[in-house]
């Protein structure tokens, strides 16, 4: 890059101060009012999504409404900033440096300190564009009729970024758009201004050698196993609590934490929320933190207008009502793999009942799957024959094999959690034709298993989320299974093929029965 007249040339403090570091928590008014923020250049573009930006408003709001209601903590801690602190010179007109500028006599602009920021600029940025979206529409009411919040809220100085990418100008553009939507849709005023600048924080950590700042940075992100999706879930839950559930919090963690860490990986990956997704007809193969709204859903907080919530509300009362006389509590809740998640201790209810049907634990070789056998008396002889060679052929360990299998434990748990025993054999012998006529086909890559669920003829999680009785689901007619290039594409198939063969849903001829 040519250095042009105005160019900020970095130079770092001296070396004395290098091994220096501070940590602090600030709110964001002070955070995001520091001028000698910097956006340096080897940041990453701005990249954040409207899915992301979405989930930080909506839990922004969750949390300033929990604020202002005594139910939450007094403020909101928002993750940590690492902030590199470097001063700066700026060239002359001529481009001179300052020690040019002294020798020539030129006038010398003073050295100045920049905040660069090395981490959480996706956050800072959007967090910007959301009081520069409240600014606007602070800017719509005459200055005779501003409120003193509106006043403050624009006399504001606030740092401003620089973005070099053209990417980083999209999407900051496209995010504020959509956060000047929603503010106004929701009606944000003096309250969620209140939150934000005086009750959101962030702990602001500042080092003076960019090394030094880099190395924290890989430690903050690199310390060990990232924090768990569900783990965020249940921090955000545990934050839904209403007053009248948080005796139970305890009760609500105990649960929880006697779960293992890898089960509860599983069990969210594996099953909830691909039953969630595929039954709506989205990808379901990868479980991330972009995820977590899947399992964010319904307040029963009284100030909840929508009649949906207070449907699921009077359901509330009436749950708690029969759990007091019973003494079943977490025992009566009703759960649907596919019902609006109700934020709060009934999330934590929902899935423990899951945890208790036992689809996540592993099969071992020669047994049934440990939730099967508690089915074994309904199970016929095929679909029990079906369930053992799924646990005991020669390739069902191998990576494509396993995505093939997560789907069809999926699709299994999806119909026992909304019929139970009736027609589970054939529920068997149908998930086992459809899900494992892929694997037969062709090899089952990344992916692979997204693309089939969504481009294939039939999609049985959808049919079975629209379904009222089991021959609803029972009666899908599926294409016959085939080996694409007149051969296995993988080793150790052949056990499969028998299955199909039995079943009559295999065809030696390739170019017939395909989706």
Same mark, same amino acid.
């Given at each position: 890059?040519?250095?042009?007249?105005? $160019?900020?040339?970095?130079?770092?403090?001296?070396?004395?101060?290098?091994?220096?570091?501070?940590?602090?928590?600030?709110?964001?008014?002070?955070?995001?009012?520091?001028?000698?923020?910097?956006?340096?250049?080897?940041?990453?573009?701005?990249?954040? +999504?409207?899915?992301?930006?979405?989930?930080?408003?909506? #839990?922004?709001?969750?949390?300033?409404?929990?604020?202002?209601?005594?139910?939450?903590?007094?403020?909101?801690?928002?993750?940590?900033?690492?902030?590199?602190?470097?001063?700066?010179?700026?060239?002359?007109?001529?481009?001179?440096?300052?020690?040019?500028?002294?020798?020539?006599?030129?006038?010398?602009?003073?050295?100045?300190?920049?905040?660069?920021?090395?981490?959480?600029?996706?956050?800072?940025?959007?967090?910007?564009?959301?009081?520069?979206?409240?600014?606007?529409?602070?800017?719509?009411?005459?200055?005779?009729?501003?409120?003193?919040?509106?006043?403050?809220?624009?006399?504001?100085?606030?740092?401003?970024?620089?973005?070099?990418?053209?990417?980083?100008?999209?999407?900051?553009?496209?995010?504020?758009?959509?956060?000047?939507?929603?503010?106004?849709?929701?009606?944000?005023?003096?309250?969620?201004?209140?939150?934000?600048?005086?009750?959101?924080?962030?702990?602001?950590?500042?080092?003076?050698?960019?090394?030094?700042?880099?190395?924290?940075?890989?430690?903050?992100?690199?310390?060990?196993?990232?924090?768990?999706?569900?783990?965020?879930?249940?921090?955000?839950?545990?934050?839904?609590?209403?007053?009248?559930?948080?005796?139970?919090?305890?009760?609500?963690?105990?649960?929880?934490?006697?779960?293992?860490?890898?089960?509860?990986?599983?069990?969210?990956?594996?099953?909830?929320?691909?039953?969630?997704?595929? +039954?709506?007809?989205? #990808?379901?193969?990868?479980?991330?933190?972009?995820?977590?709204?899947?399992?964010?859903?319904?307040?029963?907080?009284?100030?909840?207008?929508?009649?949906?919530?207070?449907?699921?509300?009077?359901? #509330?009362?009436?749950?708690?009502?029969?759990?007091?006389?019973?003494?079943?509590?977490?025992?009566?809740?009703?759960?649907?793999?596919?019902?609006?998640?109700?934020?709060?201790?009934?999330?934590?209810?929902?899935?423990?009942?899951?945890?208790?049907?036992?689809?996540?634990?592993?099969?071992?070789?020669?047994?049934?799957?440990?939730?099967?056998?508690?089915?074994?008396?309904?199970?016929?002889?095929?679909?029990?024959?079906?369930?053992?060679?799924?646990?005991?052929?020669?390739?069902?360990?191998?990576?494509?094999?396993?995505?093939?299998?997560?789907?069809?434990?999926?699709?299994?748990?999806?119909?026992?959690?909304?019929?139970?025993?009736?027609?589970?054999?054939?529920?068997?012998?149908?998930?086992?034709?459809?899900?494992?006529?892929?694997?037969?086909?062709?090899?089952?890559?990344?992916?692979? $298993? #997204?693309?089939?669920?969504?481009?294939?003829?039939?999609?049985?999680?959808?049919?079975?989320?629209?379904?009222?009785?089991?021959?609803?689901?029972?009666?899908?007619?599926?294409?016959?299974?085939?080996?694409?290039?007149?051969?296995?594409?993988?080793?150790?198939?052949?056990?499969?093929?028998?299955?199909?063969?039995?079943?009559?849903?295999?065809?030696?001829?390739?170019?017939?029965?395909?989706?």
């Amino acid at each position: 890059m040519s250095e042009g007249a105005g $160019m900020v040339v970095m130079q770092p403090l001296p070396e004395e101060r290098s091994s220096q570091a501070r940590a602090a928590v600030c709110t964001l008014r002070s955070w995001l009012g520091d001028l000698a923020l910097n956006i340096p250049h080897y940041q990453r573009p701005y990249k954040w +999504s409207m899915a992301q930006v979405q989930q930080l408003l909506r #839990d922004i709001e969750q949390q300033a409404q929990a604020t202002a209601q005594d139910q939450g903590a007094s403020s909101y801690r928002m993750g940590t900033v690492v902030v590199h602190v470097e001063q700066a010179e700026e060239r002359g007109e001529g481009g001179e440096d300052v020690e040019a500028g002294q020798l020539s006599g030129q006038p010398v602009s003073p050295r100045r300190v920049l905040h660069h920021i090395v981490d959480g600029q996706q956050r800072t940025v959007t967090l910007l564009l959301v009081l520069h979206a409240l600014r606007a529409e602070s800017k719509l009411v005459p200055e005779e009729q501003r409120e003193p919040w509106q006043k403050e809220l624009l006399a504001l100085e606030l740092f401003e970024p620089k973005f070099p990418s053209p990417l980083s100008h999209q999407l900051v553009q496209a995010n504020y758009q959509a956060i000047a939507r929603h503010i106004r849709q929701a009606q944000w005023g003096q309250a969620q201004v209140s939150f934000l600048l005086e009750r959101c924080e962030v702990v602001r950590v500042e080092l003076y050698s960019l090394t030094e700042a880099f190395q924290f940075f890989d430690a903050q992100n690199g310390r060990g196993k990232p924090l768990c999706v569900h783990d965020l879930l249940k921090a955000f839950h545990l934050r839904a609590l209403r007053p009248a559930e948080l005796a139970l919090q305890g009760q609500a963690v105990q649960a929880w934490e006697q779960c293992s860490q890898s089960d509860l990986e599983r069990l969210f990956a594996r099953f909830l929320f691909q039953t969630r997704q595929r +039954s709506r007809g989205r #990808d379901a193969e990868y479980f991330g933190k972009r995820h977590v709204g899947v399992f964010k859903g319904i307040s029963l907080e009284s100030s909840a207008a929508a009649p949906m919530s207070r449907a699921w509300r009077m359901l #509330d009362d009436a749950v708690h009502l029969l759990e007091s006389h019973t003494g079943t509590r977490g025992r009566v809740w009703p759960c649907q793999l596919d019902a609006p998640v109700v934020n709060g201790l009934r999330f934590f209810d929902w899935v423990q009942h899951y945890w208790g049907m036992g689809f996540h634990h592993k099969q071992e070789a020669g047994k049934l799957p440990p939730w099967a056998q508690k089915f074994e008396h309904a199970l016929a002889e095929d679909a029990r024959g079906i369930l053992l060679t799924l646990g005991r052929y020669a390739g069902r360990d191998r990576k494509g094999d396993s995505h093939v299998r997560a789907v069809f434990d999926a699709l299994l748990m999806y119909y026992v959690d909304k019929f139970g025993e009736q027609g589970l054999s054939q529920a068997v012998e149908l998930a086992f034709v459809w899900v494992y006529a892929r694997l037969l086909n062709r090899r089952v890559m990344a992916g692979s $298993m #997204d693309k089939f669920a969504s481009e294939g003829g039939v999609n049985p999680f959808a049919v079975l989320r629209d379904a009222i009785t089991p021959q609803d689901f029972l009666n899908i007619a599926l294409p016959s299974a085939f080996y694409e290039h007149g051969r296995p594409p993988s080793q150790g198939l052949e056990a499969l093929q028998r299955w199909m063969e039995k079943l009559g849903y295999w065809r030696q001829d390739g170019t017939e029965g395909r989706a």
